[in-house]
Nanobody, 117 residues
């Protein structure tokens, strides 16, 4: 059974930075994508950033140039460095891992990020 745990959320002022971490325990597959989603108040869930096993990354237009996703494959860990945060970045951020060979998704419980002065 795979468990996914996020950490690093909190309250930050506009223009500030936060770094989210996500650690998975268990078998997540040798070929996978690690992804960060977010859901703001009254909004639909949005794919923020994704990183493949080989390191290829993709970002939502709203965070390009401000957020950076990275991974430590040996540690089953993915990070999201968030800079120049804006109030509209306020959301619950959830980590998702997609095990491609098994066609399985693994989700964390989410971590709250609030950007406010």
């Amino acid at each position: 059974q795979v468990q996914v745990v996020e950490s690093g959320g909190g309250l930050v002022q506009p223009g500030g930075s936060l770094r989210l971490s996500c650690v998975a325990s268990g078998r997540i597959g040798s070929v996978n994508t690690m992804n960060w989603y977010r859901q703001g108040p009254g909004k639909e869930r949005e794919l923020v950033a994704t990183i493949a096993t080989g390191g290829r990354t993709n970002y939502a237009d709203s965070v390009k140039g401000r957020f950076t996703i990275s991974r430590d494959t040996a540690k089953n860990t993915v990070y999201l460095q968030m800079n120049s945060l804006k109030p509209e970045d306020t959301a619950v951020y959830s980590c998702n891992i997609y095990n491609i060979p098994a066609r399985e998704h693994y989700w964390g419980q989410g971590t709250q990020v609030t950007v406010s002065s």
